[in-house]
């Protein structure tokens, strides 16, 4: 059996869709289920300015929960960190081969 790794080279999809998958561990044990935007931040090592702007582009939610500030969800932050990982990204492969030397 490959495993999903491997499987990767015969089918990126699949195994995009394992990475995506269901967990039955906390991804992120000690952050809280709400956090502030300093917090999510942190979790990222970003800084806050760069947290508001995902803010502000929408791509982090956030929740303003009754006579507080926003915070964010430890599940959208999560799901966040798992749409920006960098296989998510294309690759853009040299033609040169390995052996050989721009010239």
Same mark, same amino acid.
């Given at each position: ?10 089918d990126t999809a699949a195994c995009v869709e394992w990475l995506k998958g269901g967990y039955?561990?906390?991804? #992120?044990?000690?952050?809280?289920? *709400?956090?502030? +935007?300093? /917090?999510?931040?942190?979790?990222? !090592?970003?800084?806050? @300015?760069? #947290?508001?702007?995902?803010?502000? *582009?929408?791509? +982090?939610? /956030?929740?303003?929960?009754?006579? !507080?500030?926003?915070? @964010? ?31």
């Amino acid at each position: 059996m490959l495993s999903p790794f491997d499987d990767a080279w015969l089918d990126t999809a699949a195994c995009v869709e394992w990475l995506k998958g269901g967990y039955n561990f906390d991804l #992120l044990p000690s952050v809280p289920d *709400l956090m502030s +935007l300093y /917090t999510a931040a942190c979790v990222l !090592d970003i800084s806050l @300015v760069t #947290l508001e702007k995902l803010v502000s *582009l929408k791509q +982090l939610p /956030t929740v303003k929960p009754l006579g !507080d500030t926003e915070k @964010v969800r430890k599940t959208d932050l999560i799901k966040y960190i798992q749409s920006a990982f960098l296989c998510n990204e294309p690759v853009l492969i040299s033609e040169f081969s390995p052996k050989s030397t721009p010239k």
